[in-house]
Structure formats: structure tokens, C-alpha cells
């Protein structure tokens, strides 16, 4: 099945290139969000891949009243609309509900759908009608091929710049499973198909500032076998200060650590690129 190619800023997704979706979970003060997105520039510079950067302006499922939840829609966009012009990324942020899209849209190049809220119909018409991409999170509770509900959703709203996101299955036991089979699945929906790494090493039901909210000793087994998949892009959330993040603390991995960690996933891409490209030929 062929694939759309789904532009973000001057980014082309769904290309042989690897593109990677990156920063702090949620916004916290400018200066981690500067200094996030300078080293992700020099990343993408020296290694000459293609970044989006992520960070949310609001968390809404966080179990506790206590949990930071981000700055909020007004303060959130205008820290994001910032590093677009200093840094020249296309930016994308979470939206939780239908009125919050127009405005995040006014700034950001991705909406992106919780994975929550991915068979909610109101917010997924509402972000489809603004124009701009919807990276919808799989849901961890639908089978993959059950994706296409909120694609549909999505297209007959007029839109179909779309990209799909994995980010594993909850079983009831605080625990997520990635399945390889779902990269397949989702891949046959015609969209380009993003692993998001450090979300599928959450513990649910622990606090992600405790350090077994998270499993990062997974993230390179699991990132190699996502990317050995044919997925078109890494959804990796970095932190200057990862034990000190007000969000995810135990999963996300340190900006300086992203280099190293992207190295072996580009080397894997190329092969799994030529590979299908074989297939191709042999075809």
C-alpha cells in the first residue's frame, strides 16, 4: 500500500528519511524549553536529521491534583511560538479539548490527539477543521487496525494530513506492552507511522517523578525494534534534567544522551530502507 507523504514545516513525512519528535513532555519555564531546543538544533544539524519538537501546555491526565499540568493554553503557545522563530522547528502540542484547537493552531504545525482521547469525535472534528497535521496517539485500549475509526473521522472532516503514533497497550496491570504487529496495522492505513518510545516505558499507577515510573533500561531494545519495523519517525520526550522534570521524570531521556541514542536507530533505518527497497525490485 502506498503511503501519504504528510508535510510538517519543511519536513516530509513518510519519506525513507527518519524524522524525530522531540522535548520536554510539558512546558515548564522558558529556560528549559530554550535550552531543550538548542541542543536539539545542534543534534539535527550534526546529524542531519529532520526534528519536530513536542512539548504540551497541558497535561490533563495526570493522576494527581498535585502534578504539574503544564502553564496553560495562552503561556504554553507563546513559549512554543518562541522557540519556532529562534530555532526554525515546526512545533506540535497536545490539545484535550474541541475549543482549545483553533488557538493552538494558530502556532503550532501538529496537533497532536492524547491517546485517551483518540475516539473522542468533538476534539478529533475540531483539530481536523483547523488544517493543520493531527498526529493521533493509538489509543492503549484499541486494537491497532481500530485505528482507522478516528482516521475516518478525521478525513471526513476534510482533513487528511494525518500521522499515527504507537505508544503500547495497557492490560489493567500498570503495565504497557509494545506489540510489533501494531507498526505493520497501522502502516496499512496509508499514514506515516511514528514509535513513541518513552511513553511506552511508563509504569502506570507511579508517580513519574519516582524512579520506577519508568523502565529506560527497555528504551534501546524497544526503540531498535520499533525502528527494525519500518516506522517513519521516533517520538523520544528529552529533558535537560530528566530527575527533575515536572512530568514524566522517569521515562524521558536527557537531551544530551539523544545523539548517542539516535546513532545505532538512523544506522538500523538505512537498512531496513534498502531492504524494502530489495523487496521492491524482486516484486
Known sequence: MSKKIVRVGNIECGTDELFVISGPCVIEDEKIMMTTAEKLK???ERMNINIIYKSSFQK???S?????????LDKGVKILAKVKEQFGFPVLTDIHYPEQAAAAAEVVDVLQI??????????????AK?????NIKHGQFLAPDNMKHPVTKCTE???????LTERGYTFGYN????????????????????FDITHSIRKYGIPSADAKGGAREFLPVLSR???ASGVDGVFVETHPEPEKALCDAASQLCVYDLEEFLKPLIELHAIEVKYRQQQVVLK
Not at 157 to 163: E, R
Not at 177 to 184: A, C, E, H, K, L
Open 225 to 227: 525494534a520499533g525502528v
Open 130 to 134: 483547523t488544517g493543520r497535521v493531527i
Open 42 to 44: 545542534e543534534i539535527s
Open 64 to 72: 494527581s491534583l498535585k502534578y504539574y499540568n503544564g502553564p496553560g
Open 157 to 163: 472532516a476534510g482533513n487528511d494530513q494525518i500521522i
Open 114 to 127: 492524547p491517546a485517551y482521547l483518540c475516539m473522542q469525535t468533538a476534539l478529533m472534528v475540531a483539530a
Open 175 to 194: 503495565d504497557l506492552i509494545v506489540d510489533p504487529r501494531s507498526f505493520y496495522h497501522l502502516g496499512r492505513l496509508g499514514y506515516p507511522v511514528v
Open 60 to 62: 490533563d491526565n495526570r
